[in-house]
Nanobody
Framework: QVQLVESGGGLVQAGGSLRLSCAAS????????MGWFRQAPGKEREFVGA????????YYADSARARFTISRDNAKNTMYLQMNSLKPEDTAVYYC?????????????????????WGRGTQVTVSS
């Protein structure tokens, strides 16, 4: 089992940057594919991006590609989301999620129901 805690959210002007972190408990962080999702008021939770167990594979939603970068440091049990050129439509609660995968599996799940563990989220607000 793994517990996830997001941090780094806040208020930023359009065009600015934020770096979110997702800290995981436990000693098997490298056994989990990790993902970032977001949910704006009145909208469904949507995929932002994901990273494989080793960090070798990443995948992004079209809305995030070219502006956001996901990375992980397995030695620190932490995943990151670097967000640049932020837009007001990026305003949402951002969640990190984890899915246990066997060593041979390099997938990066993109559907919320494929993740087993979730953090409580961190608010990102982008002002125009």
């Amino acid at each position: 089992q793994v517990q996830l805690v997001e941090s780094g959210g806040g208020l930023v002007q359009a065009g600015g940057s934020l770096r979110l972190s997702c800290a995981a408990s436990g000693r098997t962080f490298s056994s989990y594919a990790m993902g970032w999702f977001r949910q704006a008021p009145g909208k469904e939770r949507e995929f932002v991006g994901a990273i494989s167990r080793s960090g070798g594979n990443t995948y992004y939603a079209d809305s995030a590609r070219a502006r956001f970068t996901i990375s992980r440091d397995n030695a620190k049990n932490t995943m990151y989301l670097q967000m640049n050129s932020l837009k007001p439509e990026d305003t949402a609660v951002y969640y990190c999620a984890a899915r246990f995968l066997p060593p041979s599996d390099t997938n990066v799940p993109v559907v919320p129901k494929h993740y087993n563990y979730w953090g409580r989220g961190t608010q990102v607000t982008v002002s125009s």
